[in-house]
C-alpha cells in the first residue's frame, strides 16, 4: 500500500462541473502539496497545505491534519483543466512521497 | 524563475545502448534530485546529490548512475539501456518559492527498444 493514495484514478467531466480529487496519506508530514502535470511531463507546484484552506483561481485545496486527507477542487472545469493532479506529502529534509495522480480529462 | 534544464526531451534508443541524460541548473543550488515515473505510477526518487562529488541512491533502486563533478550538472547514465528502463525521468533542484515542493525540470522520455 502506497503511503499516499489518490482517488479517483482516472475522472472524466463535461465543462462546467465541479470537480473533487481526493488524498489520503499514512506518513508524518510538515507539508502536503498539490502538483499539476501536463501530458508534455512538465509539473507545475499547485498548492503547499499544511492546515486549512487555499484558494488560487477556480482551483480550492483543503487538508485536515487530524484525519490525514486532502482535497483538490476544481469549480467551473474547463479543458484545459485536463491534466493529471498529483498529490505529494513532504517530510522531513523535504523528503517527498508522491501519489499515483488522478487523470482528469474535461470534456468541451 | 527559477531555470533547469533536461535534454533530451525524448529519446527512443535500442537495447544495449549506452545512454546519458543530461540535467542541469543555473541557480547554483547544491542539492539537485533525479526522479523516476513509469507510466501510470508515482514518482520515485532513484539518486539525489547534496554538492560536488555528493550522489546518493533513492527510495528506488536503479540500475542508473549518476555523477556530480560540477554544481551545475548532474547527469544520470544508463551504461546497457534495457527495455525495463523506458520510463520518464524528472530532475529537481529545492524549492525557489515558498509554496513550492521542489522544482522539476520538464523530464525526459525514454523508450527503449
Known amino acids: 500500500k502506497n503511503e499516499v493514495e489518490q482517488s479517483p484514478q482516472n475522472l472524466t467531466a463535461q465543462e462546467g462541473e465541479f470537480i473533487t480529487i481526493n488524498c489520503s496519506y499514512s506518513?508524518?508530514?510538515?507539508?502536503l502539496h498539490w502538483l499539476q502535470q501536463h501530458p508534455g511531463g512538465g509539473i507545475v507546484s499547485l498548492f503547499m497545505?499544511?492546515?486549512g484552506k487555499k484558494k488560487h483561481g477556480r482551483l480550492i485545496a483543503t487538508i485536515n491534519i487530524q484525519e490525514k486527507h486532502s482535497s483538490l477542487h476544481i469549480t467551473a472545469s474547463h479543458p484545459r483543466d485536463s491534466a493529471v493532479y498529483i498529490c505529494?506529502?513532504?517530510?522531513?529534509?523535504?523528503?517527498?512521497?508522491f501519489g499515483k495522480g488522478t487523470k482528469l480529462t474535461v470534456n468541451p | 524563475e527559477a531555470d533547469i534544464y533536461q535534454t533530451p526531451r525524448y529519446l527512443v534508443i535500442g537495447t544495449g545502448k549506452k545512454i546519458t541524460l543530461e540535467c542541469s541548473q543555473t541557480m547554483g543550488h547544491d542539492k539537485m534530485y533525479w526522479y523516476q515515473q513509469d507510466p501510470g505510477m508515482e514518482l520515485h526518487l532513484i539518486h539525489y546529490?547534496?554538492?560536488?562529488?555528493?550522489?546518493e541512491k533513492g527510495d528506488l533502486s536503479s540500475e542508473s548512475t549518476v555523477s556530480r563533478i560540477r554544481t551545475e550538472h548532474f547527469p544520470l547514465t544508463l551504461e546497457s539501456a534495457r527495455p525495463s528502463h523506458t520510463s520518464q525521468y524528472l530532475c529537481?533542484?529545492?524549492?525557489?518559492?515558498?509554496?513550492?515542493?521542489?522544482?522539476f525540470g520538464d523530464g525526459t522520455r525514454l523508450s527503449i527498444l
Open positions: 505529494a506529502a513532504e517530510g522531513g529534509s523535504e523528503k517527498l512521497v
Open positions: 529537481a533542484i529545492p524549492r525557489v518559492a515558498v509554496n513550492q515542493p521542489q522544482h
Open positions: 497545505l499544511s492546515s
Open positions: 506518513v508524518g508530514i510538515s507539508a
Open positions: 546529490s547534496y554538492g560536488v562529488n555528493s550522489t
